[in-house]
């Protein structure tokens, strides 16, 4: 089983769940993070870091957010890792909580 990053993390971007990941497997694109499900560990330490709770485990993921397994595994093979905590997105907390924010996922 993985974590998978979803829809709440377009456009937010925080990035304290990166810091807590012992097996660096958070990936950064322009405006979403995503974790890669081969070096994931199942750990559960980043889930309750997510102040967007956009984190689930694999198993929890809500149906309407399943394609995000998809693009998380995707994605992961084309951004870059990211190791260390930075500042969220400058309207990050304007943001959260804002329904199908899918269209503004930026590759």
Do not use: S
Request: proline share 8%; hydrophobic share 35%.
């Amino acid at each position: 089983m993985t974590y998978v990053v979803t829809e709440n993390c377009i456009k937010c971007k925080y990035t304290d769940c990166v810091e807590v990941c012992p097996v660096d497997c958070f990936h950064e694109g322009p405006n979403f993070l995503v974790i890669d499900p081969e070096e994931c560990i199942d750990c559960t330490l980043c889930e309750p870091e997510c102040p967007a709770e956009a984190i689930f485990a694999e198993d929890d993921t809500p149906a309407e957010m399943e394609n995000y397994l998809q693009l998380n595994a995707e994605l992961a093979k084309i951004w870059p890792v990211i190791t260390e905590k930075k500042d969220p997105l400058p309207d990050a907390e304007k943001w959260d909580g804002v329904k199908d924010k899918l269209k503004y996922l930026e590759r």
